[in-house]
């Protein structure tokens, strides 16, 4: 059995971790070869010395010659560090990678997943923003290179796996569940005062701070709806979303027939990181579920007036690439402006219609058209923070 060779884009962040832990467990499957761990010197010391990688990126220059040199006083030797977009995409792109976990959040490792794409990698996916912002270059170069985009997020990982029962002409619609965030029962008139500590304190995930307000807005199901398009190749309207407070349930996929298909399992993210290191094999792990432990099962349908990020997301969705672009640039301004408390809860919805309501459409044709449709969308969401906070 030859042990696969992996890369990790954000082996610091909560999945570059958990997929380490998953090598720890499995050795004689899987040996990390590579890793981009961005900002984090501490941490990215500790991988190196553990893991020993042939490679390893840090985000700017100077954190690179504090890493390499780190390395040294602690007679570390035999790793290349290199650093920026370009130690990224090398990252990615290294010769002996078998696979590539991307979980660099938002479109920093949009590049470097788009050229492991091109190099033939095989992809497991925790980066909606990928997808979101450069879909249809990335699934149209993944069919050419005969690529695996493997999804790493727990609800499309559910449907890849539900999706394994049937073929894609028998499915009738995949529902996507949701948690509902820490304010589904919230009243609304409740919702102009929230808080960023409030938006924060989401009921099953621990997550990093963007992905916790995307949560409590619903955008992250947005973005989800998005990106199971452009996996799957369904169009918005075969694409639902149910609210599911129990997280038990991670995801739905509806055939033609009336079955219906669901993925239960524990609500641990390495589960779903063996199952895309693994595929198409199953490995036996210690991740079980407690069926004993099932008692209830809810689920109801989510209100637009609640989440006006949902809605907008459809419409993104509908509107095609350059909107989609717009939706998850304008969003990640309005969630940061949030947390500063520059602008309300309710200012992250009125920042991103407004963005979307002055994007034109269109089909980005290169990574570097998405990148400079992302920037320009980014300047127009500070703009318009920027008048929402004037007034705030």
Known sequence: ???KKIAILGSTGSIGTSTLSICESFPDRFQPVSLAAGRNLD??????????????????EELADQLAARLRSEGVTGIDVVHGTAGTVAVATLPEVDFVVS?????????ATYEAVKAGKDIGLANKEALVAAGELIIAEARRNKVALLPIDSEHNAIHQCMRGGTAAEVKQIWLTASGGPFRSTPLDLFASITPAQALKHPTWVMGQRITIDSATMLNKGLEIIEACRLFDLPPAKVQVTIHPQSTIHSLVEYVDGSILAQLSVTDMRLPILY????PERIPSELTFDMKSLSQLDFQQPDFARFPCLRLAYEAAEAGPAHCIALNAADEIAVAAFLEGRIP???????IESVLQLTKPGHPASIQAVLTADHEARQLAREVALGQAATH
Not at 345 to 351: H, M
């Open 1 to 3: 059995m030859s042990v």
């Open 345 to 351: 809860f309710l200012g992250i919805p009125r920042t």
């Open 276 to 279: 895309a290191m693994a595929y």
């Open 43 to 60: 941490v990215a010391v500790a991988q190196c010395k553990q893991w020993r990688p042939r490679l390893v990126s840090m985000a700017t």
């Open 103 to 111: 979980a660099i959040v938002g479109v920093s490792g949009l590049e």
